[in-house]
Nanobody, 124 residues
């Protein structure tokens, strides 16, 4: 079993900053990437930022220049800081990991794992 636990979120004023963090734990063999998605009601979940273990960070255009994603590979954590927050950043943010659990590795394929989501509300 693999769990992703998110920390952070809450109510922030427009123009402020927020940091989200997430820790993956459990039966982890190796992690290919970790990142963050967000979703508002009635709209498909969208990728915000992702950081592969062996690669460069990707940011969606909506947060490019305002967000920084980082990982601590030794601790299986990922963090996302967003500055200059806008009301349109309001969403439920989900931690995501593409990884091999020990079971996945034996089966021969990686899987996507998700946190439960944390609400971020930016007030104008």
């Amino acid at each position: 079993q693999v769990q992703l636990e998110e920390f952070g979120g809450g109510l922030v004023q427009a123009g402020g900053s927020l940091e989200l963090s997430c820790k993956a734990s459990g039966s982890i063999y190796s992690i290919k990437s970790m990142g963050w998605y967000r979703q508002v009601p009635g709209i498909e979940r969208e990728l915000v930022a992702t950081l592969p273990t062996d690669g460069s960070a990707y940011y969606t255009d909506a947060v490019k220049g305002r967000a920084t994603i980082s990982r601590d590979n030794a601790k299986n954590t990922v963090s996302l800081q967003i500055n200059s927050l806008k009301p349109e950043d309001t969403a439920v943010y989900y931690c995501h990991a593409n990884l091999y659990s020990y079971e996945d590795y034996v089966a021969g394929f990686e899987n996507d794992y998700w946190g439960q989501g944390t609400q971020v509300t930016v007030s104008s």
